[in-house]
């Protein structure tokens, strides 16, 4: 048996004294106990299997099923919920009491469901582990289950793997791995074995390859130093599992007003009870009957179905817009963000390499289009120029399809590129100049060719044409490419090279945020068959262009970042890729008038309270790993801000958690991102943000709006009731018809308003205060006011037909028909809290209004006149005279709150006015 053990009992490492990134390769070899041409024994690899457990991560503890279940009832408002329907059922109202226990179960059973795909988070983040692995064990490569792999083993890495586990990288060939997901990094990573310094950020340890990343390039071979959860992967998930998701305002401030109407309502019931029984003499069973009616009429069982029911409709309205909402109460949050965290890979970005500049000796193009598609042009100083006037930029473009491996093909409207994304780039580059690849390497087929390695920092390749000249291609980073350059292609043909020229050039283009790549040729190699680097390292070649390539962004992102700054909505930019790209590309975002940006690494020195001083006012977070982003949302929180993350990848999945909303990619976004995430954008595209948190206002206004129509009901007919008690009256109403009014109001009138169209202003609005609670100061007001009304219609009815000689059902028929017509006018008023609705939109803008009043007057007529609702509520058959009064009501109602509105609107213009003044 083969053994790479140097003692008999040495103690196993997972890692050094430094950290492996930061430590020589042999010196972590000699920690891991293992001989690089050897690998671990099989007896080696099975003791450290038993010590370190498999390459897993580990599940999580989580609730049982019955417990998440259970705990969907544990709400303030539910338990008043849950009151009403047991009340209700002791009346001997089954039906109705059923109604309302329906509505708490299909709400538990939402949440149950939501909180069950949350949890797969986890899970989707285990999922990202490879299931294969290459190794060296026992002097001889095999394959094993990646679950398999031990701290010790050395792992072959070849193009299109996945990394099964954190590596040591001992031996590298032109290896490039693409760990977008894990550091947010926009391009493949070239790699090599020399360490860095022990502070280096994850996105800097060229050294390392990190389980779940993809190799993008080349071959490689490396050491295990971690497993399992504690893989780099491991750790994010151990903190997804740690992060607590907050609840949002709208929960928030409906659990606060349900605890406050709870105890409303029993001091206004005890009160009335203690009232009626010491003062008026009531007996103590009428008194309780008066006191139980008096609660359900205060208690609006209707407002949780609304409020369910206008979230789902919101998140209809987002599908269309392509906003997919996994959990409901995400919809209203979004109405409320301050500040939008947006990665920037995939999400700002396209996450497709472009060449955007190229820079000759002679000019500087600029290249118009973005992505992989060959749509755009080339121009100088701002003025579009043809191609054919500038040959240079034909010899440019064949020169970058011949030293290129990649292919570039069609995907329905999108274009792929099969292999590297920066060789890609060139062939589109090369498309736009009017070349087509195939025929160009038809017309010069490769002899030979030098792979890119990271050394070396260079590819070449020889091309023959059919005439059997030898071209010689160049490819690779602008010092190296310079170095091995005896000329520049200038206008007149070739001359020395301009080192201050390029220098100008490529430092203003680095400036931009850009990758430099340089093109070179050397003609004339018509004998040469073979390529060595001798070849090549003897120089000689003429310097065609230094390309300028980016990651651009979307221009609807532009657009988008836009909006929501007229929104009063600060966009912040996270990301692992550098500061100078980032910058850049925030500029050209527009995310402020002054861009600024500050790394991981200062992120790092912070403490918390700098960290909450500082993040206000700085856009961009550049090389920033999963616990920055995961401080900067606290940070931001801390400051009283509600918070949208966006990303795509595992590293994002913490920080997506905690946000009070999470924003996953739908294409390009990982499984553990999306189900993280309270939302996924189908189209992977940042301007849905700015659909979808318009869609938010409006839902938000439309609660508020039912609100302000659902809770007037209430004080109405707890005041018509308080009223009655106190001047010892008859009962102007039943429990039981106070019920029917309450569900009649939530499922016919208030539910119109849950398809309100957007306010014409709702994006011109700073984002109201998270502090803000629900019943504002006006919203109380208009409360009161409306219920005021209301009161004086239904009592003074109910005393007008007694004062007549009705009976009491008819006078009672006639108060509840009062309170509903009052309703169904105060309908229209409530469509807008300040524009008045006296005309022709107010009435008829909304078609699901009219639709409602229908269904409520046909909901009535049944309730008066059909003899088995007379029996059950104890109603009479009106005449046209009480209709005729009761309209009237209704009409009043309507004028007096429009003249309520302009009355509030002339005293706040007056107000503004007199501060404008002061001011000046």
């Given amino acids: 048996m083969i053994s790479a053990r140097t003692g008999d009992t040495p103690a196993v490492h997972t890692k050094t004294e430094t950290p492996a990134h930061a430590a020589a390769a042999e010196s972590v070899l000699r920690a891991q106990d293992v001989l690089r041409h050897l690998g671990l024994d099989t007896s080696e690899a ?144 070239e790699k090599g074995v020399d360490p860095v310094a022990a502070s280096a950020v994850l996105g800097d340890r060229r050294c390392m390859a990190y389980s779940g990343t993809l190799v993008a390039h080349g071959q490689g071979a490396g050491v295990v130093v971690a497993t399992g959860a504690q893989t780099e992967i491991g750790r994010i998930s151990a903190m997804l599992g740690e992060v607590e998701t907050i609840t949002t305002p709208l929960l928030r401030q409906m659990a606060a007003f349900g605890r406050l109407l709870t105890w409303v309502i029993l001091a206004v019931a005890g009160l009335t009870f203690a009232f009626g029984t010491l003062v008026r003499g009531y007996t103590a069973g009428e008194m ?116 290129n491996d990649a292919a570039l093909h069609r995907d329905g409207d999108d274009w792929r590129v099969a292999g590297d994304p920066t060789e890609g780039a060139l062939l589109t580059l090369a498309r736009k100049a009017g070349l087509e690849e195939g025929f160009e390497r038809e017309a010069a087929p490769r002899t030979d060719v030098i792979p890119f390695e990271s050394e070396h920092r260079f590819m070449a390749t020889l091309n023959h044409d059919h005439h059997g000249r030898g071209l010689l291609c160049l490819k690779g980073a602008p010092e190296r490419v310079l170095g091995l350059c005896a000329t520049q292609r200038g206008p007149h043909g070739d001359e020395p090279i301009d080192h201050a020229h390029w220098d100008a050039a490529m430092h203003a283009a680095a400036r931009d945020g850009m990758r430099l790549l340089a093109l070179a040729v050397r003609e004339g190699e018509d004998a040469l068959e073979t390529l060595t680097f001798a070849d090549v390292e003897r120089g000689g070649f003429t310097l065609l262009a230094v390309l300028g390539l980016s990651d651009p962004p979307r221009e609807d992102a532009i657009r988008a970042v836009a909006r929501c700054r007229s929104a009063g909505i600060q966009v912040k930019m996270i990301t692992g890729d550098h500061a100078a790209t980032a ?40 090389r920033a790993s999963p616990e920055h982003k995961l401080r900067l949302v606290r940070a931001l929180q801390a400051r009283g801000e509600v918070v949208a993350m966006t990303g795509d990848g595992v590293n994002d999945a913490p920080a997506l958690k905690r946000a009070d909303v999470g924003v996953a990619m739908g294409r390009n976004g990982t499984e553990a991102a999306k189900e993280a995430a309270e939302m996924v954008l189908a189209d992977d595209n940042f301007a849905s943000v700015a659909a979808a948190v318009e869609e938010g206002r409006t839902v938000y206004d439309n609660l508020r709006k039912a609100i302000a129509f659902i809770l007037p009901t209430n004080v109405g007919q707890g005041g018509i009731l308080l009223a009655a008690v106190v001047l010892g009256m008859t009962l102007p109403m039943t429990p039981a018809q106070i019920l029917w009014v309450n569900m009649v109001t939530a499922v016919t009138l208030a539910l119109a308003l849950a398809f309100e169209a957007p306010e014409r202003d709702i994006m011109a609005r700073p984002p109201r205060d998270p502090a803000e609670p629900l019943l504002t100061r006006f919203l109380v007001w208009r409360v009161l006011f409306v219920g005021l009304l209301l009161v004086g219609g239904g009592l003074g009815m109910f005393v007008w037909e007694i004062g007549q000689g009705a009976s009491v059902e008819f006078a009672r028929t006639a108060a509840v028909n009062a309170l509903m017509i009052g309703e169904a006018f105060y309908l229209f008023n409530v469509r807008s809290f300040t524009g008045s609705v006296l005309n022709r939109g107010g009435f008829l803008g909304n078609r699901y209004v009219l639709i409602a009043i229908g269904l409520m007057l046909a909901c009535q007529a049944a309730f008066t006149y059909l003899p088995a609702m007379q029996a059950l509520f104890g109603t009479a058959g009106l005449d046209v005279a009480a209709w005729t009064r009761i309209l009237g009501f209704g009409v009043l109602t309507l004028l007096l709150v429009e003249a309520e509105k302009a009355l509030i609107k002339n005293l706040n213009h007056g107000r503004k006015a007199g501060n404008t003044r002061t001011t000046q």
């Fill in 288 to 403: 309780f009957l008066a006191a139980v009616g008096l609660a359900v009429a205060v208690i609006p069982e209707g407002l949780p179905a609304i409020m369910t029911i206008t979230l789902a409709i919101g998140v209809q309205g987002m599908a269309r817009r392509n906003a997919i909402i996994r959990r409901l109460p995400a919809v209203e949050t979004l109405g409320s963000v301050t500040v939008i965290c947006s990665d920037k890979t995939g999400t700002l970005t396209r996450n497709e390499m472009t060449a955007q500049r190229v820079i000759t000796a002679a000019h500087v193009f600029e290249v118009d289009g973005g992505g992989y598609a060959p749509h755009g042009g080339f121009a100088i100083d701002g003025g579009e120029v043809a191609v054919a006037a500038h040959p240079l930029l034909l010899e440019i473009a064949r020169c970058a399809v011949l030293c």
């Fill in 583 to 622: 910058r850049a590309i925030g500029e050209r975002l527009g995310l402020a008038a002054e861009v600024n940006a500050i790394s991981g690494a200062q992120i790092e020195s912070m403490s918390d309270e700098a960290l909450q001083r500082i993040v206000a006012d700085t856009e961009i977070f550049a």
């Fill in 46 to 189: 099975a003791q450290r299997l038993q010590q370190y457990g498999s390459n897993t991560l580990p599940p999580p503890a989580r609730r049982g099923p019955l417990l998440r279940f259970m705990l969907q009832f544990h709400n303030v408002l539910i338990y008043v919920l849950l009151a009403a329907g047991v009340v209700t059922a002791l009346l001997g109202h089954l039906i109705d009491s059923g109604v309302i226990f329906g509505v708490v179960l299909i709400n538990a059973v939402i949440g149950f469901i939501q909180e069950g795909k949350a949890e797969r988070a986890l899970d989707a983040i285990r999922n990202m582990l490879s299931l294969r692995a290459q190794v060296l064990r026992d002097g001889r490569r095999q394959e094993i289950a990646a679950d398999g792999l031990v701290p010790g083993d050395i792992v072959f890495l070849a193009s299109g793997d996945k990394v099964p586990a954190d590596l040591r990288l001992v031996e590298v060939r032109g290896l490039r791995v693409e760990e977008a997901a894990l550091t947010g990094e926009s391009v493949a990573v």
